[in-house]
C-alpha cells in the first residue's frame, strides 16, 4: 500500500541509496492512490517528501497529471465489475466489544472520479449488500462511494441495521427512504468512517438487530462470456440440504 510504499521510500534515503527508476515509479503511484493525490486526511509530511523525491526518480514533471490518469483508469476498470466485486472489492470487516454483546461489522468503499455511474447502480448495489451481510452473518455492511475528485462521500445503508447506525454515527441527509445518506467532506475509512461506527455502537447508542429471516438461495458464478471474469449472483440451482 501507499503508506509502505513511504516506509521504503525513507529507508532508502536512510541508506543514501535511491530506488531503480521503475520501482519509485510504482512507489510513487502507491502513495498517491493511498493519499488521494495528498490531498486525504490519512496523508503525513513524510508522504509529501517523498512524492517529490520518487517523482525526480522517476522523473516524473507533472505529479497532477499522473494522479488523475491513475484515477480515471481505475475509475473506468469499475464499470466492467459486478455489484459483488463492488461490494467486496475494497472491503474490511471488524468487531465491536459492547456492554451484551459483540457487534460484526464490516465497511467497503468504493472510490471513483464520478459517483453519479456507480450510484446510477445503487439498486443492484443495496441488494447485494443485503445479500452479502447476510452470507458474512454481519450485523451491519456499509459501502462508501467515494468521489476522489471532489473529496465526498456517500453511503449505501441497505437494511434497517445500518440504516439505524449512520443516523447515529453521521447524521448526515438522507433520501431513498435512509438508503442513501450523504457524508460530505468525509472521505478516509480510518480515520472518518469507522471511528464514528465505533462510538456509536459502544456507547449503546444502536441495538443489535434481530436475525432476519434468510433471504431465498444464491451462488455467485463466473461470467463465462465475460473477458474481465465478471462475478454474477444467480438463484442457486443446488438442491437445499
Request: aromatic letters at 4%; charged letters at 25%.
Given at each position: 500500500g501507499g503508506s509502505m510504499s513511504t516506509i521504503i521510500a525513507h529507508q532508502f534515503m536512510m541508506l543514501g541509496q535511491k530506488p531503480p527508476k521503475p520501482i519509485a515509479?510504482?512507489?510513487?503511484?502507491?502513495?498517491?492512490s493511498d493519499t488521494l493525490n495528498l490531498l486525504g486526511p490519512t496523508t503525513t509530511e513524510w508522504d509529501k517528501s517523498m512524492v517529490a523525491l520518487l517523482a525526480a526518480i522517476a522523473e516524473v514533471d507533472d505529479i497532477e497529471?499522473?494522479?488523475?490518469q491513475q484515477f480515471k483508469a481505475k475509475s473506468k476498470q469499475l464499470a466492467n465489475l459486478s455489484p459483488n466485486q463492488l461490494v467486496c472489492g475494497d472491503q474490511k470487516e471488524f468487531t465491536i466489544e459492547t456492554k451484551g454483546f459483540t457487534a460484526k461489522l464490516a465497511f467497503g468503499v468504493i472510490e471513483t472520479t464520478d459517483d453519479a455511474i456507480i450510484l446510477d447502480r445503487q439498486a443492484a448495489l443495496l441488494e447485494e449488500i443485503d445479500a452479502v451481510r447476510n452470507e458474512k452473518n454481519l450485523d451491519a455492511l456499509f459501502i462508501a462511494v467515494v468521489n476522489i475528485v471532489e473529496l465526498r462521500s456517500t453511503l449505501l445503508c441497505a437494511g434497517e441495521p445500518e440504516i439505524e447506525l449512520a443516523k447515529v454515527a453521521f447524521g448526515g441527509e438522507t433520501r431513498e427512504n435512509g438508503q442513501v445518506m450523504d457524508l460530505g467532506k468525509r472521505v478516509s475509512r480510518k480515520k472518518e468512517f469507522v471511528p464514528p461506527v465505533?462510538?456509536?455502537?459502544?456507547?449503546?447508542?444502536?441495538?443489535?438487530?434481530?436475525?432476519?429471516?434468510?433471504?431465498?438461495?444464491?451462488?455467485?458464478v463466473v461470467n463465462p462470456d465475460d473477458p474481465y471474469g465478471q462475478i454474477l449472483r444467480r438463484p442457486s440451482i443446488r438442491p437445499s440440504t
Amino acid at each position: 500500500g501507499g503508506s509502505m510504499s513511504t516506509i521504503i521510500a525513507h529507508q532508502f534515503m536512510m541508506l543514501g541509496q535511491k530506488p531503480p527508476k521503475p520501482i519509485a515509479g510504482m512507489m510513487l503511484c502507491a502513495i498517491l492512490s493511498d493519499t488521494l493525490n495528498l490531498l486525504g486526511p490519512t496523508t503525513t509530511e513524510w508522504d509529501k517528501s517523498m512524492v517529490a523525491l520518487l517523482a525526480a526518480i522517476a522523473e516524473v514533471d507533472d505529479i497532477e497529471k499522473l494522479a488523475a490518469q491513475q484515477f480515471k483508469a481505475k475509475s473506468k476498470q469499475l464499470a466492467n465489475l459486478s455489484p459483488n466485486q463492488l461490494v467486496c472489492g475494497d472491503q474490511k470487516e471488524f468487531t465491536i466489544e459492547t456492554k451484551g454483546f459483540t457487534a460484526k461489522l464490516a465497511f467497503g468503499v468504493i472510490e471513483t472520479t464520478d459517483d453519479a455511474i456507480i450510484l446510477d447502480r445503487q439498486a443492484a448495489l443495496l441488494e447485494e449488500i443485503d445479500a452479502v451481510r447476510n452470507e458474512k452473518n454481519l450485523d451491519a455492511l456499509f459501502i462508501a462511494v467515494v468521489n476522489i475528485v471532489e473529496l465526498r462521500s456517500t453511503l449505501l445503508c441497505a437494511g434497517e441495521p445500518e440504516i439505524e447506525l449512520a443516523k447515529v454515527a453521521f447524521g448526515g441527509e438522507t433520501r431513498e427512504n435512509g438508503q442513501v445518506m450523504d457524508l460530505g467532506k468525509r472521505v478516509s475509512r480510518k480515520k472518518e468512517f469507522v471511528p464514528p461506527v465505533s462510538s456509536a455502537v459502544s456507547s449503546g447508542a444502536w441495538a443489535k438487530p434481530t436475525p432476519k429471516r434468510a433471504n431465498a438461495a444464491t451462488e455467485l458464478v463466473v461470467n463465462p462470456d465475460d473477458p474481465y471474469g465478471q462475478i454474477l449472483r444467480r438463484p442457486s440451482i443446488r438442491p437445499s440440504t
